[in-house]
């Protein structure tokens, strides 16, 4: 075949540079073919088909072919790929802090996909860069931030977030590393409930793991703060920098949050003391309890929609921590976690934008970009090409529900775990385990018959005579949830999840937990009561397991 022929033929697989409504039609109609082959998929499950694992052998046995397919029989390739997916928006799916997307940060999404622009520059950003600093001026200002101050950019994650958090920490504290690289040691101060990414970053920074410094936190896995300022006193005393102390504000599993006032107070204090010529960076990854900030001004006391007692009390707690966030250097925020758009729509906001300089390129070492055009993210940002997906996807979903919709998925999210606990709380074999966490998930554990619930916890945290107990407990818990597991992916019960370690006894071993995530808004209290049903009832079999065993 000529190539002309076939590029006739190619030319049609595109959407169509000029108007023409008829094929227009062709692409909005081939988006809905593929989303009619989903709906078939679609049960009474939690999940898309049937339970597949995946199989990598066969992946990994593809090749190119020397024909390509239509793009009819591309489509169920495609759509292939959705088998066995969880459908997180499932009233009975709650695994973990995972949304699901909203239609109007779908659409968000899309468009910056069909038009491709790149935010590295407003060159080839357009409008879509004035998008960006749309959200970040929203978000600022949602999170207590100056917006004519403050300045942020939309990153690849959290990991990101924290990534240019310490970025810009280290180069405070050791100034010339970026040009120079790192010539004495620096250290990250950060709980042991942080997530693992700070690791990461102190890895990809040339910071090394071993110099994150995790602090032991409380039972409500916010970090000790006499604990936090030892570990400070010692770095600097050794000699050491601090490139970023990270307050964790909304833990992963737990949603513990740490006091960031006083996280601020000590590092002052610690700087003029030590007579420091730089305040170490203080970064708040704040990528799932950002979005409470939208309570900063609910009024709690005439509690207008209408939450219960509990959940009043449970938003206003974590409010009075979260409302701290500008005290913050730098904050990290997922759209794509407690903002319910698609991955990855992650923010890093820098209370003074001026920051960015400290990271800054130098234009002559990037020839081919910026000839044109005056806002130019991409001489500092980590990405050379960035898209608009994720600016798109924020700003679509603020403009959606503003402050009051938000509040209301959230609130109801938390009024669902309040539900839970309330019945796990009246049930003698089970018991919370992150009861003073008041955020959307909750943790906890089955006991065998003769264990005192309320004595056990701290058993098994802390009396040495009771270690053997929290393996044996954890094993427990493991064949509970394995069962629930099972029971909910054909169809009865709620899909939810295990924690191999929410947090450490006080010899180290890992104490594992059942746990419930709500973020869906179409759970409901029935949904919340099966939960501990189908505990109780596996923990039930798991008894008489046992018995039959023996
Ligand atoms: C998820 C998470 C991260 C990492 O964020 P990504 O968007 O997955 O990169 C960092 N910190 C905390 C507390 C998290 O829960």
Redesign the pocket.
Known sequence: MHYQQLLESLRKAFPQPVSDPVHDGYVVFSILRALDQVDALKSQTPILGQPTEPDYDAARAARVAGEGLQLEAVIPELVSYLQGMFIWGHPRSQIN?VPNPSIASVIGVLLPLLYNPNLCSDESGRRFSEAEVRATAMAAELVGYDPRQSGGVFT???????LYGTKIGLEKALPGTARNGLKESAVILASQQ??Y?CLNVANWLGIGQENVICVPTHLDNSVQLPALEAAARDALASGKKIAAIVA?M???DAFGVDNLRAIDTLRRRLAEEFALPYLPHLHA?A??GWAWSVFDDYDFLQNPLGFRGRTVRALAAVQHDIGHLPLADSI?I?F??TGYTPY?S?LVLFRDAKEFDLIARQRETMPYLYQSGNHHPGMYTLETSRGAAGPMAALANMLLFGKEGYRALLGHAVEMAEVLREQIESHPNLTVLNGENYGPVTLFRAYPDGVDTFAVKAQERGDPAYRQQVLAHNEYNRRIFERVHAEALAGAGVVISLTDCYRHTDFGDPIVALKSYVLSPFTDENRMQSIVTHVVAARKAVDEGVKGAR
Do not use: A, P, Y
């Open positions: 802090v690849f994650g959290g990991t990101g977030g924290l942080s997530h990414s964790t909304g833990s992963t990854d990528v799932i990290g997922d794509h976690k990855i992650s």
